[in-house]
Antibody, heavy 114, light 111 residues
Framework: EVQLVQSGPEVKKPGTTVKISCKVFGDTINEYFIHWVQQAPGKGLEWMGLIDPKDGETVYADRFLGRVTISADTSADTAYMEVRGLISEDTAVYFC???????WGQGTLVTVSS | DIVMTQSPLSLSVTPGQPASISCRSSQSLLHTDGQTFLYWYLQKSGQPPRLLIYEVSKRFAGVPDRFSGSGSGTDFTLKISRVEAEDVGVYYCMQSIQLPPFGQGTKVEIK
């Protein structure tokens, strides 16, 4: 059974950086495109970007371009998503996912507060 | 970009009654290989989304047969034949032809 397991909740101050991990169990990460999705409190799913771990190619949504970096370590079957210059509006649950395959991480809550 | 538009955005249903959610895409989701890459997910509170339907009408493993998907091209529908209390949550349609993938979501609650 394939599972995506994310790192734990984070509390960050405005202007700092957060980096979330997503480890694939039960298969190799190279089999999947890994997407990152933001869900602000009470809001819908917003696609942020993806990575093809095989070659490291990334695609970002315009809203996150330049402030978000997605990376992967294939030797560790782990993907990462880094957000720089955090603002209060970045407070959200962040999911990694391997859709269209039905595999999602459990979500990581990032709280940005001074 | 493909824009996915769901309606209604919220739905209140009596248990045992049917429910229907519409999803329209701004471009056809029919791939050149003949498949249509439209999916339906249910997200319950505090959980990641769970796949219900893939490729328009195929139920994912373990999904009750009261859930069905239909449609083609740009117009798609998710139907619940008899809503149960456990069906509450937010339903999302998703496409994988282009990015971004998601509709706005439809919140389903029980009357």
């Amino acid at each position: 059974e394939v599972q995506l397991v994310q790192s734990g909740p984070e509390v960050k101050k405005p202007g700092t950086t957060v980096k979330i991990s997503c480890k694939v169990f039960g298969d190799t990460i190279n089999e999947y495109f890994i997407h990152w999705v933001q869900q602000a409190p009470g809001k819908g799913l917003e696609w942020m970007g993806l990575i093809d771990p095989k070659d490291g190619e990334t695609v970002y949504a315009d809203r996150f371009l330049g402030r978000v970096t997605i990376s992967a370590d294939t030797s560790a079957d782990t993907a990462y998503m880094e957000v720089r210059g955090l603002i209060s509006e970045d407070t959200a649950v962040y999911f990694c996912a391997a859709f269209p395959q039905p595999y999602w991480g459990q979500g990581t809550l990032v709280t940005v507060s001074s | 970009d493909i824009v996915m538009t769901q309606s209604p955005l919220s739905l209140s249903v009596t248990p045992g009654q049917p429910a229907s959610i519409s999803c329209r895409s701004s471009q056809s989701l029919l791939h050149t290989d003949g498949q249509t890459f439209l999916y339906w997910y249910l997200q319950k509170s505090g959980q990641p989304p769970r796949l219900l339907i893939y490729e328009v009408s195929k139920r994912f493993a373990g999904v009750p047969d009261r859930f069905s998907g239909s449609g083609s091209g740009t117009d798609f529908t998710l139907k619940i034949s008899r809503v149960e209390a456990e069906d509450v949550g937010v339903y999302y349609c998703m496409q994988s032809i282009q990015l971004p993938p998601f509709g706005q979501g439809t919140k389903v609650e029980i009357k």
